[in-house]
């Protein structure tokens, strides 16, 4: 049985503690809580609505859409900081340079 097929049937009884006794359990149960498919209440666990909409259309593959669009979102947040940082470097080689032609022009810098 695979992994997530046993998390999903160990959910359904709604204990907690079968899935975190097994080490190998324990990562798939935290990714489903992160992407919050499960979720905790008075030491039950069950499914959320988001969990049962992505168990009618195939948990695995919900999972792995979530993932792409963890990644995706990731990604693009690190281009937004590499293109303010672009920018501002640019920005300062271009002040540097007007600074550099306003020397020379005036007999400053010879």
Same mark, same amino acid.
């Given at each position: 049985m695979k992994t997530l097929d046993k998390v999903l049937k160990l959910v359904e009884k709604g204990d907690?503690?079968?899935i975190l006794a097994e080490k190998n359990l324990t990562e798939t149960f935290n990714e489903l809580l992160k992407y919050e498919l499960i979720d905790i209440n008075d030491g039950k666990v069950k499914l959320t609505a988001k969990g049962?909409?992505?168990?009618t259309?195939? %948990?695995?593959a919900f999972v792995q859409k979530l993932q792409r669009e963890a990644e995706m979102?990731?990604?693009s947040g690190k281009q937004g900081k590499i293109g303010h940082t672009f920018f501002m470097i640019s920005l300062l080689l271009f002040l540097f340079s007007i600074i550099f032609l306003l020397g020379i022009y005036t007999?400053? %810098?010879s």
């Open positions: 907690a503690t079968l049962e909409k992505a168990q259309a195939g %948990i695995s979102k990731e990604f007999g400053t %810098i």
